[in-house]
């Protein structure tokens, strides 16, 4: 079954810490990556994808994300979060189906 | 660019009744159309593929009779809850995927339903 899971439900951090929210996919043919993100009253917006290529992409806002093929994994970084960075961060893929396929999400909050 | 707009934003009506939602893609042809169903503090489930002048592909355990979907045009679908129950009631969004790359989902803002 195709599946994406996020291990943190829930992360606190304080401002300027550092960031690092795990995801993992299981799909056993080429896959495009994402990580979403949804603002408190906002939609979802894309912070970076992968498509191919260089496996470590950066996106909007100082987040990266690095692909692990032998690891079906795509970790969200940040070095530095900020509390405007309080969010739902959802990781997600999408098969040669173009169908997507999104993680449980994991909040985050960023105590100033 | 790529903005996706959904209408209404919130709705409230009467179990038996049917509601529809539209999902328009504002400034982009779009012939694929998805529709997701978020709960509370859950991820998005995709309910189905809505494709332009075809019939939309349901996941499997979604109700197709239930939750009606029509694709009318390149900037248009609509998702219609049919004889609404209280445990229909949820966040309904969709999204869209530009035609001239394919490469990325835009979002919606979102319908919440409640059906009392």
């Known amino acids: 079954a195709q599946s994406v899971s996020q291990h943190n439900h829930h992360v606190i951090l304080s401002e300027a810490a550092s960031l690092e929210l795990g995801c993992n996919y299981s799909y056993g043919g080429t896959v495009n990556l994402f990580w979403y993100v949804q603002y408190p009253g906002q939609h979802l917006q894309l912070l970076l994808k992968y498509f191919s290529g260089d496996p470590l992409v950066k996106g909007i806002k100082g987040f990266e994300a690095e692909f692990i093929k032998s690891k079906f994994s795509f970790n969200l970084r940040k070095p530095s979060v900020q509390w405007s960075d309080t969010a739902e961060y959802f990781c997600a893929f999408s098969n040669t189906g173009n169908q997507f396929y999104f993680g449980t999400g994991t909040s985050l909050t960023v105590i100033p | 660019g790529a903005v996706v707009s959904q209408h209404p934003s919130w709705v409230i009506c009467k179990s038996g009744t049917s509601v529809k939602i539209e999902c328009r893609s504002l400034d982009f042809q779009a012939t694929t159309m998805f529709w997701y169903r978020q709960f509370p503090k859950q991820s998005l489930m995709l309910m189905a593929t809505?494709?332009?002048?075809?019939?939309?592909?349901?996941e499997q355990g979604v109700e197709k009779d239930k939750f009606l979907i029509n694709h009318a045009s390149l900037t248009l679908s609509t998702l219609t809850v049919t004889s609404a129950h209280p445990e229909d009631s949820s966040f309904y969004i969709c999204?869209?995927?530009?035609?001239?790359?394919?490469?990325?989902?835009?979002f919606g803002p979102g319908t919440r339903l409640t059906v009392t």
């Open positions: 809505s494709n332009e002048g075809s019939k939309a592909t349901y």
């Open positions: 999204s869209a995927i530009r035609d001239r790359d394919r490469d990325e989902q835009y």
